[in-house]
């Protein structure tokens, strides 16, 4: 099975930061992964496909890059809203998703 | 616009089977282009892919739960189902179901159900 590492877990930041999120997988994917956002008492929502597409709707201030083994997300500017946790999921052989970023208002 | 819902019991008893039902409304589970998936999430842990079907009826399942995972279809009904067997306290989790329209990308979400184990 294929593991994905995400990091950090948890983070604090200010409305107007950018952040990072990175998740490496214990072996190659192409780019079958995606980027998704979990509020409290939520079904998550999908954010970025296909490593770099954005899904439809989504703010443009969301971006995704990586190929092969390690990938990142970035929000360009951290809006209010934005606080929530986030998961990648890997979906090149049976969906594995990270363990989860927890965003925190700092 | 497309909705999924998911039903079944709440509260299901240790060694029984977990049965959930997830309605497809808004656009037909029989598309050639998606799968329809369920995924778990204990309270307060992440999240987990169950299995995922295709309107034809393959499927393929988590290797860690395979042996107790049963996802079918039923196209007239625009309905998926999951049956969990021989369930467990560490099977109480959230259950969503979701569509599937490419690699990774799960669009559509269920709210959720939460399903507890207990006697």
């Known amino acids: 099975a294929i593991q994905m590492t995400q990091s950090p877990s948890s983070l604090s930041a200010s409305v107007g930061d950018r952040v990072t999120i990175t998740c490496r997988a214990s072996?190659?994917?192409?780019?079958?992964l995606g980027w998704y956002q979990q509020k409290p008492g939520k079904a998550p929502k999908l954010l970025i496909y296909?490593?770099?597409s954005l899904q439809s709707g989504v703010p443009s201030r969301f971006s995704g890059s990586g190929s092969g083994t390690d990938f990142t997300l970035t929000i360009s500017s951290l809006q209010p809203e934005d606080f929530a946790t986030y998961y990648c999921?890997?979906?090149?052989?049976?969906?594995?998703f990270g363990q989860g970023t927890k965003v925190e208002i700092k | 616009q497309l909705q999924l819902q998911e039903s079944g019991p709440g509260l299901v008893k240790p060694s029984e089977t977990l049965s959930l039902t997830c309605t497809v409304s808004?656009?037909?589970?029989?598309?050639?282009?998606?799968?329809w998936g369920w995924i778990r999430q204990p309270p307060g842990k992440g999240l987990e892919w169950i299995g995922s079907?295709?309107?034809?009826?393959?499927?393929y399942y988590n290797p860690s739960l395979k042996s107790r995972v049963t996802i079918s279809v039923d196209t007239s009904k625009n309905q998926f189902s999951l049956k969990l067997s021989s369930v467990t306290a560490a099977d109480t989790a959230v259950y969503y179901c979701?569509?599937?329209?490419?690699?990774?990308?799960?669009?559509?979400w269920g709210q959720g159900t939460l399903v507890t184990v207990s006697s």
């Open positions: 979701a569509r599937r329209r490419s690699m990774a990308n799960f669009d559509y």
């Open positions: 808004g656009g037909s589970i029989s598309s050639s282009s998606y799968y």
């Open positions: 079907i295709y309107y034809s009826g393959s499927t």
């Open positions: 072996q190659g994917i192409r780019n079958d």
């Open positions: 296909a490593a770099s």
């Open positions: 999921l890997q979906d090149y052989n049976y969906p594995s």
